[in-house]
């Protein structure tokens, strides 16, 4: 069944839901709410007794050509639980911290010396969590010695450690710049004191600008911040503030992301009782998301990718970049997630069973799954989506029978969600806030076009309406 067809049969609902409508504010309106976090496609579960044995195998082959290539380390502690977080897994313990790290090294240490990980550089390192900047100075340190001893880093190496702005104390920053930090990506999420107070972070408005300088004062790395918007007590008035406030700070660049109320969160659990206002509603957060993104263009910001922004050129977010577009990335630590040669995997996320399968020397797999047939055609697609574009016209010289997907083209074009500039579609405003929905419904037309699949695929991410 060709795209139209398959289109034309729909219900008004599913059409809607995959598709969009042509509106008169389609920023606003094109879709009802966001469906899905990230874009993708599904894989193949590789069998639970063969999966050690599959990653080691990989793991112990040559590198073939010369792929780029990343690494991603978890860090599972936080010292306190964000409302609207779900990625907390444990509170912070130092015995408990010196045991993870201490497993951590013995990991690295472990895939380092095979020749798929040691045969080709590794352009960017992600220390993400979780709070890493919770570690201790001296668990930090042995941390990041090891990641330079171990690693293939490429001279231009781009190594990214994630955290708060409570931990920024010279102590601590003296240890990450002499071990090789050259970016630190903080979550701010809001100046406003009240804002920030609400969901659980500790600083006030103040404390965050003297301490976001105190880091540039070391003239060491790319200072980056994450925005949200749409957070409860934050108004229309509130984030202007906030996207003013991050060009006045003078700070590298910033990432500006959408607020993802789910269902079962604590933040979803807290308004439903009253204990704090709705968080704003999708077509709210569409008005929030045109004024940053034109605010920041207007201060000569570059846009590197959906929703990072660079003041200049020492941030360039190669990491965040790279993950959209399918590159080899060699997971690390409870939690961790990585894909590497079409295998996709997620690491232990329960200490103990980390903790085991790395004192019995085996990788700490929780589960391990083979990609998508489509996966090629899926990183050219959500690569060229994350930047705002599609060259169609190359999908079908990969693929001829994504011709199918010229449908897609006239559609959205009625729609004001992108245009056709002769080479390729540029997203329009209203496409960049919705690109997410646009990119799973391209990925659903390629399995739809060449598998005969049709999935709609929709998960509980905006609870707030």
């Not at 006030?204 to 301490?211: G, K, P, S, T």
């Not at 790395?358 to 899926?378: E, N, V």
Request: hydrophobic share 35%.
């Amino acid at each position: 069944m060709d795209l139209k067809s398959y289109f034309n049969q729909l219900t008004t609902k599913e059409r809607e839901l995959q598709f969009g409508r042509k509106a008169a504010d389609p920023l606003r309106h094109a879709f009802d709410v966001k469906r899905v976090v990230h874009a993708g496609m599904n894989g193949e579960m590789v069998p639970p007794p063969l999966a050690q044995k599959t990653w080691q195998d990989l793991m112990h082959q040559k590198v073939q050509g010369h792929p780029t290539q990343m690494a991603y380390f978890h860090i599972p502690f936080c010292k306190t639980k964000c409302l609207y977080c779900g990625f907390f897994q444990n509170g912070t313990d130092q015995a408990a911290e010196d045991a993870y790290i201490k497993r951590l090294i013995r990991e690295i240490e472990m895939d380092a010396a095979l020749p798929r990980l040691s045969g080709a550089p590794i352009q960017a390192v992600f220390i993400g969590g979780g709070t890493p900047t919770s570690l201790s100075p001296e668990n930090a340190g042995r941390l990041l010695s090891t990641i330079q001893n171990c690693l293939p880093l490429a001279n231009d190496y781009e190594l990214t450690l994630e955290g708060r702005i409570h931990d920024l104390v010279p102590e601590k920053m003296d240890v990450w710049f002499k071990n090789g930090v050259n970016r630190m990506s903080l979550g701010v999420q809001s100046f406003n004191t009240e804002v920030r107070r609400a969901v659980g972070r500790l600083d006030d408005r103040e404390e965050v600008l003297r301490r976001l300088q105190t880091l540039s004062s070391y003239n060491q790395c790319s200072v980056v911040i994450d925005l949200m918007y749409g957070l409860p007590l934050q108004t229309q008035e509130v984030w202007q503030d906030d996207v003013k406030t991050l060009v006045d700070s003078g700070i590298d660049g910033a990432d500006l992301y959408q607020l993802d109320v789910f269902e079962q969160s604590d933040l979803h659990v807290y308004i439903q009782k009253g204990k704090l206002p709705p968080a704003a509603t999708t077509q709210e957060q569409s008005a929030m998301f045109s004024f940053g993104k034109n605010y920041l263009e207007a201060q000569g910001y570059k846009r590197l990718s959906y929703c990072h922004w660079a003041r200049n050129n020492r941030e360039r977010s190669l990491y965040n970049t790279q993950a959209r577009c399918g590159t080899h990335l060699f997971p690390f630590g409870c939690g961790a997630g990585g894909h590497v040669d079409g295998l996709s995997t997620m690491l232990e996320r329960r200490l103990p069973a980390y903790q085991a399968a790395i004192d019995q020397g085996r990788k700490p797999l929780m589960f391990l799954m083979r990609q998508s047939p489509y996966a090629p055609l899926a990183e050219v697609i959500m690569g060229q989506m994350n930047q705002s574009r599609l060259d169609l016209q190359k999908l079908i010289r990969m693929e001829p029978r994504l011709k199918g997907l010229e449908f897609l083209g006239s559609l959205w074009e009625e729609y004001g969600l992108w245009q056709d500039n002769g080479y390729l579609y540029q997203l329009t405003e209203a496409g960049q806030f919705w690109q997410v929905n646009m990119t799973q419904t391209l990925l659903e037309s390629v399995e739809h076009l060449l598998g005969g699949s049709s999935q709609i695929h929709q998960k509980k991410v905006a609870a707030q309406g």
